[in-house]
């Protein structure tokens, strides 16, 4: 079955630790992204990538990092500088950038 | 500054009545919307889109109707029923842009 699966589901760690949640698809889509998602609030844009190598800043990126080493794999890091990192994160992907996104399940990262 | 606003936060509908969820949006540009449904602790689904080409897409139950000149859309499920008890978010974009910007989404109640 095609999907996206992120993991862990749910994550616990130390503040001041860097922490990286995993996100692979098999769909063969071409752009990835990485949204947060907090109480109250919409989902907002972390970072997007459209092709392998390459990725964009969206909207919150301060604090976070990503690679894009492979098409399947996306994963994004919570560095010790990001202020409030506890949050409900969920990973993308679609064909293109213009084009609806598919999900994953999510990861609920808590930082005590 | 959010650019796609969902302002009720919450709706209750009995079962079998039409439940109707509205989306507003500021920017002029945009011309591509997606309706979006989300159980707690999970990945949203992709329920039904519109291009602006249209005024109105229907998908079973569900119905998008797009005012352009009132930058509105809203979602119309009829008949409602307890399954459809979920967060709706509706999402944006410009074709010629580089991202989907989500509203804060409804929670939408479907009493039985």
């Known amino acids: 079955d095609g999907g996206i699966t992120q993991s862990p589901k749910y994550l616990f760690r130390k503040e001041g630790q860097n922490v990286t949640l995993s996100c692979e698809q098999n769909l063969n889509h071409d752009a990835m992204y990485w949204y947060r998602q907090d109480p109250g609030q919409g989902l907002r844009l972390i970072y997007y990538s459209q092709i392998v190598n390459d990725f964009q800043k969206g909207d919150i990126a301060e604090g976070y990092s990503v690679s894009r080493e492979k098409k399947e794999s996306f994963p994004l890091t919570v560095t010790s500088a990001q202020k409030n990192p506890t949050a409900f994160y969920l990973c993308a992907s679609s ?18 | 500054d959010q650019q796609v606003k969902q302002n009720s936060p919450s709706l209750s509908v009995q079962e079998g009545r039409i439940s109707i969820l509205n989306c507003d949006y500021t920017n002029s540009m945009f011309d591509y919307f997606l309706w979006y449904k989300k159980y707690p602790a999970e990945g949203p ?45 509706c999402a944006a974009s410009a074709r010629t842009g580089n ?3 989500f509203g804060t989404g409804t929670s939408l109640t479907v009493i039985p």
């Open chain 2, 99 to 101: 991202q989907f910007y």
């Open chain 1, 95 to 112: 064909t293109d950038i213009t084009e609806k996104g598919f999900f994953g399940q999510g990861t609920r990262l808590t930082v005590v």
């Open chain 2, 45 to 89: 689904t992709f329920l039904i889109s519109i291009s602006s080409i249209k005024d109105k897409n229907e998908d079973g139950r569900f119905t998008v109707f797009l005012n352009k000149s009132a930058k509105h859309l809203s979602l119309h499920i009829v008949p409602s029923q307890p399954g459809d008890s979920a967060v709706y978010f």
